[in-house]
């Protein structure tokens, strides 16, 4: 059975919903999956790689949400990349814990920093403007995801707002304080 890199990650994110970041093993996705570990090695030579490209797949997800943007301008692109990427954590759990721990792939900063500030270059705004702009949008929902996927912080934080709608007015604030450089 010929198994594909996509359908690793979804299995790996899967046994993280279930079980757990501290779950997350090759034997366990391999069962799952009805393969040996050693065929999941075939693609992911390691977890790093494998954590790699599942915190990948959470901005992926958010690119493919939010479009090319040749239709919006800059600003509402990022609230739909904004929106997009919380969705995407959200649908997962553990996965703020993931996209923060971890480890990008050496010599690959160039590459992913034109994939993610394409969209916006494409509006009009500089490389290195652009990569500041989703920098911060990165850092607010990543850290919203945290709270909301912390059980403790969760139900401290459910009890005075609400996290919609407390997200959306963060990510609006953020964004119309961006200015064209």
């Keep these: 059975m010929k198994i594909r ?8 994110l899967t046994l993280v919903d279930e079980q757990g970041l501290g779950a997350l093993n090759m034997r366990a996705i391999a069962a799952r999956l009805g393969v040996q570990a050693s065929a999941l090695y075939w693609h992911f030579p390691s977890k790093t790689v494998l954590m790699r490209a ?16 040749a239709a919006r301008d ?33 010599d690959t900063a160039a590459a992913a920093a034109d994939l993610l ?8 705004l500089s490389r290195a403007h652009a990569l500041s702009c989703l ?3 990165n850092a607010l929902v990543l850290g919203w995801a945290v709270y909301e996927q912390s059980e ?5 934080l459910a009890e005075m707002i609400g996290f919609d709608e407390s997200f959306a007015l963060g990510l609006k604030a953020m964004v119309s ?5």
Excluded at 54 to 61: E, G, I, P, Y
Excluded at 78 to 104: E, F, I, K, M, V
């Design 117 to 124: 500030s394409a969209p916006l270059v494409a509006q009009g």
């Design 5 to 12: 890199q996509e359908e690793i990650v979804e299995a790996a």
């Design 135 to 137: 920098a911060s949008i």
């Design 152 to 156: 403790a912080m969760h139900d401290h």
């Design 177 to 181: 304080g961006f200015r064209v450089d």
């Design 54 to 69: 599942m915190a990948q797949s959470f901005h992926a997800r958010a690119l493919v949400a939010a479009g090319t943007g």
């Design 74 to 106: 800059w600003r509402h692109w990022l609230l739909d990349y904004g929106a997009a990427l919380r969705r995407a954590l959200l649908n997962h759990q553990g996965s703020a814990l993931l996209c923060a721990t971890a480890r990008p792939a050496p």
